[in-house]
């Protein structure tokens, strides 16, 4: 069972952390941490932070505690157990749904400093999917501790470099409305079924800054503009956050994206989030992404950064429900870190 350490609200209005109260915790930034796999105590440890962009009313009922199957981590455990001979201790990262990614990026900035300063620590992986992806390239400008440089090592997986449309209610609706005037005929049944649809794709989203600043420009409409940060994209690649990002220990970007097997795992699995971003993927992005990024846009780290991206094989977006593809990104875990004692 993982305990949750760590918890701030962000108040839009003042913009400002708080501490949140009991109901406030279910959408704050919160950070999860589970039982330390040992393998030899005269040994350091290596924190692994996995960041998949959801919140704490994603994973827990009570806002205290996580199961470890919650977000799959029970795999992981069971991983880092079996194959592995260095100690870890495994964190998970939820996102507070009202505050700017880029503030986000500051608050575990502020907590790799922390786990930095002791010298038990040998390193500290951040893994972030998707909209952590993207916050991944604002962490490394906001240490305040040399020796987070040193021991952090970053993986981004099916990072929107660009944004991503399904972030963009001015792009993405309209072309749903299309979808089912294409499909249904343009009447009272299509309007039904497309209001239905954005109603439920509404109530699954933060409509707030945590979905809002990974979209694509224009995207969001002028009345939400209170809930959207419009530079966080077109600065996720400036020169600052490049230049910091050159400084960390290691930078790995991977890259998903369905084929023709994809879809039929998902369906023998039973992953209906896989099942549903394989559609997506073929109604929104023409088979060419992962169901929520454009793969060729995952690749643009590579214009700014000397890194060659791993190809995950036949992957949708969740890509830590499907165990033989997460155990690449895994089997990739850098631990080999030269710290400066001081």
Known sequence: MGIIEEYSKWDLEYSVWNKPCDTEKKRSFAVCTYNTVIHSKLRPVNYIIFAYGSRVEDHSKNYRTLKEKSAHISHVLSYLQEKTDENYIVKFLMLDADAPLSEQSKKLASY?????????????????????GAMNMYVAKNFKNPLSYEVTNIYNIATPYEGTKLASPNIFYPEVKDFFNKKIGDNKLSNYVYEKSVAFYESISSNSHMDYDIAKDGGVPEDRFNKYDKKFVKEMLSKENIDSLKRVNSFTNFITGTDEKTLGEALRTFNAAGIGLCLLNDWFFDGKGDGLVLTEEQYKIENYLDTTSIRLPSSHHRVNSVYRVFDVVL??????VQRTRK
Do not use: F, P
Not at 112 to 132: E, F, H, Q, W, Y
């Open 112 to 132: 790799v400093d922390m786990l930095a300063t002791n010298t038990r620590t040998n390193s500290i992986n951040i893994i972030g999917l998707s909209k952590c």
């Open 331 to 336: 089997d990739k875990i850098n631990d080999n």
